[in-house]
């Protein structure tokens, strides 16, 4: 009996490539979180202890989820415990990167919140910069060199003006920077988008629409620039294929042959570590 192909049930598969996109760079080999449901089953998937619930229905496949109480699977009546778990070792990379973001979500509650002041970093093209409230030229000045952005603001600027200084500096460079890495791709591909604008979106990275509209998160700003391109070139292909299908991702490849490197970087990078703006 060859069992149909499991399911996976996760929010945010949509043709926007989302922030929750991510996946942790390690998955240790035993979970502390999150706690085992009381009537929770165990598995060894290679050097990992796996919890997880089983409920059966009349589906016609197996469906995994992951949220904050683990992994529940939802397998139909007639389907093997065997089945069950030969279907759990062919998901587990999925499974693992799953419960691996939940984790970061979790880890993420108790960290402290960005304090926003003098001497204060926060990642800008994937290097840390440092945050300097005078200015010697008396202007916002950034200095590449010395990786510091003078933000011109009195010595007793609160938080609320020194957040919103930063903001709309980050959002300038990336209204410069992101059309010109579009217009780089879109050159590579002989494509044009009709619109581009910058989003603040909690679930997504970019989106294009079939009439050529593109637009992008200017929290990509904090990212190197190799994940930046990868998006731009994400998006741009959509104009080509709207779709994730193989030859979505050959086009994709077509102009950016190490996408597989960068996509595998902004999994990496749950935006959940990010600074809040």
Not at 32 to 49: F, H, I, S, T, Y
Not at 69 to 80: E, F
Not at 149 to 160: K, T
Not at 197 to 221: E, F, H, P, V, Y
Request: net charge positive.
């Amino acid at each position: 009996m060859r069992l149909l192909r499991p399911a996976t049930e996760t929010p945010g598969a949509q043709l926007e490539l989302p922030l929750a996109e991510g996946q942790p760079p390690e998955t240790p080999a035993a979970l502390p979180w999150p706690a085992p449901q009381p009537n929770a089953r165990a598995l060894q998937v290679g050097e990992r202890l796996l919890h997880y619930t089983l409920k059966r229905s009349s589906r016609r496949t197996i469906g995994f989820t992951v949220d904050d109480r683990g992994l529940s699977i939802t397998a139909p009546r007639w389907v093997t415990l065997a089945d069950v778990e030969a279907a759990i070792f062919e998901k587990q990379r999925w499974i693992f990167t799953k419960l691996g973001e939940w984790r970061h979500r979790e880890a993420r509650r108790v960290l402290p919140a960005m304090q926003w002041r003098e001497g204060a970093s926060l990642p800008f093209l994937g290097r840390p910069i440092t945050l300097q409230l005078e200015s010697p030229a008396g202007i916002l000045l950034f200095d590449a060199d010395q990786a510091t952005l003078h933000l011109a603001l009195p010595s007793h600027a609160d938080e609320q003006q020194i957040k919103d200084r930063v903001q709309g500096w980050m959002q300038q460079q990336a209204r410069r920077l992101l059309a010109e890495r579009l217009d780089h791709y879109a050159d590579k591909l002989g494509v044009r988008h009709n619109a581009f604008a910058l989003t603040s979106a909690a679930t997504r990275w970019g989106s294009c629409t079939a009439d050529g509209k593109i637009r992008l998160n200017w929290r990509l700003l904090h990212f190197p620039l190799s994940m930046i391109d990868y998006v731009a070139a994400h998006e741009l292909s959509h104009l080509k294929e709207m779709n994730h299908s193989p030859r979505f991702w050959e086009t994709v490849e077509s102009i950016f042959p190490e996408f597989r490197d960068a996509r595998a970087q902004l999994r990496a990078h749950p935006p959940e570590l990010l600074p809040t703006f």
